[in-house]
């Protein structure tokens, strides 16, 4: 889109607002501190342009009215400044509101990916934004249009596949669902396309994210110790370098962006990591001369969460320079804000940044705040809050996770029987919500254990099959045999460069559950709960049936109405299935177990006799 999303009076208002501004006002418009960090009075103070929540960055109770009323007090003030620019506050909400108490969660991407199903995704946006908007957020920083080519990485499930025409279809329809109506519709949520460029391409090992232990990781709060995450593989990949030369870069991971901005996005999040050794925050060439001319992208680009720190370590005023002249238009500084001010101001006063980079930045932010009629309603309406965590989004969800599954392998144990003798249901996984949802869920990483209102596998099983047919074992010792067993194994919940693992085996612990109730039935199935393919090659053939589940979200029941046939199975892999551990970079070694796009045959249900 190379002409402007605005009328020619919304650009002339812009224009005149513009001219108005103090350099102060500019820079407090480029300018997006965390909510936890932002002093009573200084929104309006300095004219802040946004506030964000990172990953659980949640009020306190952490209930729909209470993010409301959070989110409502930074707008108040906005309106409290000079000229009245309104504040927009940015979430991550990836796979619903997640970081709320009692929101509907859906299907993370990697599972919408195997649904294939852009209409479906696009309702999924319109839901989310509707609960999103309910809490008077007005801009989300999905869709994530990673293209994943190592499936060691911790993002992978933020990405809908390796193929970027399905990652491109599926990132319009969400972009589609976030517009609703239209840009200035007062349910319209801004979409953040992410992380520009080749975020999914960095090399193994080419990390160095992990070298200080920051506050920002301090606040990555996993079950296990950091130091044995490391042993595993955190952050060797995420934010690293992507080695890829330029034909691969441009058809490969620009694609999406480009499908992104014709369908009118107004936001892209650039990149923490590198390419070809320099880091993308400072990569002129990438943000100004291909994404905002080749691509024209007319809105604005905002900086990773203190990614701008990273650029020149110890030199901030340095970074500062860097990143705004190569074309960071907001800068996503959570905690000292007034350094960033002051760093900047400096700069232009300088002239180390011209003003007039400046004023293209803060035209960018503007022009976004107009399009999305911010400026004539900069509050959503209170009654949306209703529609939080509302059955027809819970619905809509448990339609996505039946059409999410993958079925890898079916030796006549599928579909269950709903009225056959009992069936044993094994692994503390299968009743467990956190495990289900996995990262960026109420916490930054998410977590195990109830922590938010859902249905559990079990649960989901138990009300398909009745109570009294479907047994349930935590840890897989059972007394009895069994004609039907079904195993479910879940990844530890992680985000980011937390999730990043060198092994995607089993664990011992695992392997041994399944061994326990394959001695015990007849036929067994097991569920995979993960955000990536697993290497499962040696176990599959003592498996009769074989589903992948991915991190289904909070309607835990979609799963059982595919393994009882209520519904048919339809999802398809939207990665390759490695067949090896020691090959899992797209390309590399033997051919998959499964191909990107397959998945078994059905075999016509087999009836209880
Ligand atoms: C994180 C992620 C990005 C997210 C942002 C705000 O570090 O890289 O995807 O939108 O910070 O939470």
Not at 275 to 294: F, I, P, S
Not at 383 to 395: E, I, N
Not at 471 to 483: A, I, L
Not at 508 to 532: H, W
């Amino acid at each position: 889109m190379t002409t402007s999303p605005l009328t020619s009076d919304q650009q002339q208002f812009t224009e005149q607002l513009l001219a108005q501004m103090t350099l102060a006002e500019k820079i407090g418009q480029m300018t997006q501190p965390e909510k936890n960090s932002v002093k009573p009075g200084d929104v309006a103070r300095l004219a802040l342009g946004s506030v964000l929540s990172g990953g659980g960055g949640n009020p306190e109770p952490n209930t729909p009215a209470g993010w409301r009323a959070m989110v409502t007090q930074f707008i108040a003030e906005a309106q409290q400044s000079r000229l009245r620019i309104p504040l927009i506050y940015g979430v991550d909400a990836v796979h619903g509101h997640n970081n709320v108490v009692g929101a509907t969660i859906f299907p993370h991407n990697i599972g919408l990916g195997a649904t294939r199903d852009a209409e479906l995704v696009r309702r999924i946006g319109r839901a989310t934004a509707l609960e999103v908007a309910a809490t008077n957020v007005r801009w989300n920083f999905a869709p994530a249009v990673s293209v994943p080519q190592d499936i060691r990485w911790g993002r992978t499930y933020e990405g809908y596949s390796q193929d970027p025409r399905l990652v491109s279809d599926l990132a319009v329809a969400l972009i589609r669902g976030f517009e609703g109506d239209g840009w200035t519709a007062p349910t319209a949520v801004l979409p953040s396309v992410k992380h520009f460029v080749a975020d999914a391409a960095t090399t193994w090992g080419s990390s160095t994210r992990a070298q200080s232990f920051d506050r920002t990781l301090s606040n990555a709060t996993m079950t296990q110790d950091f130091r044995e995450l490391l042993e595993r593989g955190a952050w060797q990949i995420d934010q690293g370098n992507a080695e890829i030369d330029e034909a691969t870069l441009r058809a490969v991971h620009l694609p999406p962006y480009r499908a992104a901005i014709e369908a009118g996005a107004l936001n892209v999040m650039a990149s923490y990591s590198a390419w070809q050794g320099l880091k993308v925050h400072a990569h002129r060439y990438l943000l100004t001369d291909v994404l905002k001319g080749e691509l024209g992208f007319q809105g604005f680009v905002v900086s990773d969460w203190e990614a701008l720190d990273q650029l020149h370590p110890g030199d901030y005023d340095r970074c500062v320079v860097d990143a705004i002249n190569a074309g960071i238009d907001m800068v996503m500084v959570p905690f000292d804000y007034e350094r960033f001010i002051g760093s900047l101001t400096r700069a232009v006063d300088s002239s180390a940044v011209p003003l007039a980079r400046i004023d293209d930045a803060v035209r960018r932010i503007l022009t976004a705040k107009v399009a999305l009629g911010l400026f004539e309603q900069p509050h959503t309406d209170e009654r949306l809050l209703a529609l939080v965590g509302c059955g027809a989004h819970r619905d809509l969800a448990r339609e996505a996770v039946q059409k999410s599954l993958v079925l890898l392998k079916n030796a006549g144990a599928l579909p269950l029987d709903p009225h056959g003798p009992e069936v044993l249901v094994a692994g503390a996984d299968a009743d467990d919500l956190g495990a289900q949802c996995g990262g960026w869920t109420i916490s930054w990483m998410g977590g195990r254990g109830p922590t938010t209102p859902g249905t559990t596998i079990l649960e989901g099983l138990r009300a398909a099959a009745g109570p009294d047919r479907v047994h349930y074992s935590p840890d897989g010792h059972v007394t009895r045999d069994y004609r039907a067993g079904v195993v479910v194994l879940a990844e530890e919940p992680y985000a980011e460069g937390m999730g990043d693992r060198a092994d995607l085996t089993l664990s011992a612990e695992q392997a041994a559950l399944v061994a326990r109730v394959r001695a015990r039935c007849e036929q067994l199935t097991v569920v995979l709960l993960s955000g990536r393919p697993l290497v499962i090659t040696e176990h599959l053939p003592a498996w009769d049936a074989l589903v992948a589940a991915w991190l289904p979200g909070t309607e835990g029941q979609g799963v059982a109405d595919v393994l009882f046939g209520r519904v048919p199975f339809s999802g398809r892999l939207p990665f390759d299935w490695p067949r090896t551990a020691d090959h899992l970079r797209r390309g590399d070694g033997p051919a998959p177990l499964f191909a990107l796009g397959e998945a078994a045959a059905a075999l016509e249900p087999v009836m209880g006799d």
